[in-house]
């Protein structure tokens, strides 16, 4: 099933630096109206012929801090090239006993720590007000599908990696972890797991009408445990290179699958369920309004000057 569109983007996190299981074409670097991507994209080809886009979140050397990714170029740059589906990896803490570091998980809610030093919007300084409905921030019906995917390539890896659903994701500033506090705190308030870079990231997909999923992967247990050692960014690397090998497997397995099962069947909604998902988002007439920046991330509503 080969494509010359490019309809999936990866963001690769902390460990993820590539999909060299798949075979490399070519880089690209697009300068959005934000900027450009933590790094160039890279488009690979799958065994079927069919493409992907991936981006490494902090840069291919590991050299950009979670408050400083350029999340808005990110996903500008990925929407640039046509794609519609977004499979995004994340490293986080533990912060529930049974979550051990090596498990994998498809959050489905998040909880905003960040302090308010990342731009979150595309609508930013454009003169247009809009508000993207949030309640779900992951994309349902993908993260629906994606379970039995992603549970299917991890059995078929072989290594028992076990998949938790339904868990409540907890985005902090960072770069520096968490109290003990502030941990024990974030379990009061029904947080499964703790990450530094899922948002804006899901926010940015949304507005930009992008089917979105986080596949997290667990590192540690967070700062929360009584009579452990808080966590350190050594323990958190010694578990990276297995958790990236075991991700590009997940992202080569899962990604056939979606695009052959979105092929498979002309209703399936399964790579454009957030189309359309911003129309009444706007609190003006969109097409009164001429701007370059919203007319290179939603062509569907906006045009340049
Ligand atoms: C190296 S641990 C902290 C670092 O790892 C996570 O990054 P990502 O979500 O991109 O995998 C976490 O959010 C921090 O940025
Ligand atoms: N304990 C933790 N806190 C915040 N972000 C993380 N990423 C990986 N482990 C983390």
């Not at 309809?7 to 697009?30: A, E, M, R």
């Not at 740059?77 to 049974?98: D, H, M, Y």
């Amino acid at each position: 099933m080969a494509t010359d569109k490019v309809l999936v983007g990866v963001i690769g996190g902390s460990g993820l630096y590539n999909l060299d299981n798949l075979t490399f074409i070519k880089h690209v670097n697009p300068e959005t109206p934000w900027g450009f991507p933590s790094s160039p994209i890279a488009i690979s080809s799958l065994p079927s012929g069919a493409l992907v886009a991936f981006v490494a979140r902090h840069g291919v050397g590991h050299t950009i801090s979670p408050s400083t990714i350029p999340a808005r170029a990110n996903i500008a740059a990925l929407k640039s090239l046509g794609v519609s589906t977004i499979l995004a990896f994340s490293a986080v803490g533990s912060l529930r006993e049974e979550i051990a570091p090596g498990d994998f998980i498809l959050p489905s809610q998040l909880i905003d720590r960040t302090k308010g030093v990342r731009p979150t919007s595309f609508f930013d300084d454009t003169g247009v007000v809009a508000h993207a409905g949030f309640g779900d921030p992951y994309s349902k019906g993908l993260g629906r599908w994606l379970e039995g995917a992603v549970k299917e390539a991890l059995e078929n890896e072989g290594r028992g990696t076990k998949l938790w659903t339904e868990k409540t994701l907890v985005v902090m500033e960072g770069p520096q972890f968490s109290t003990r506090a502030e941990s024990l705190m974030y379990r009061m308030w029904g947080g499964d797991l703790i990450g530094m870079t899922a948002l804006p990231e899901a926010k940015l997909a949304r507005e930009a009408e992008i089917s979105f999923a986080l596949i997290a992967t667990a590192t540690d247990y967070d700062a929360w445990r009584p009579h452990e050692a808080g966590v350190t960014a050594a323990e958190v690397g010694a578990i990276l290179k297995q958790n990236a090998d075991t991700s590009r497997h997940v992202a080569a397995h899962v990604i056939e699958r979606l695009l052959g099962a979105a092929q498979a069947d002309s209703t399936s909604t399964l790579l454009t369920e957030e189309k359309g998902c911003m129309q009444f988002a706007l609190m003006a007439p969109p097409l009164s309004v001429k701007n370059a920046a919203l007319a290179y991330v939603l062509p569907e509503y906006f045009s340049a000057p």
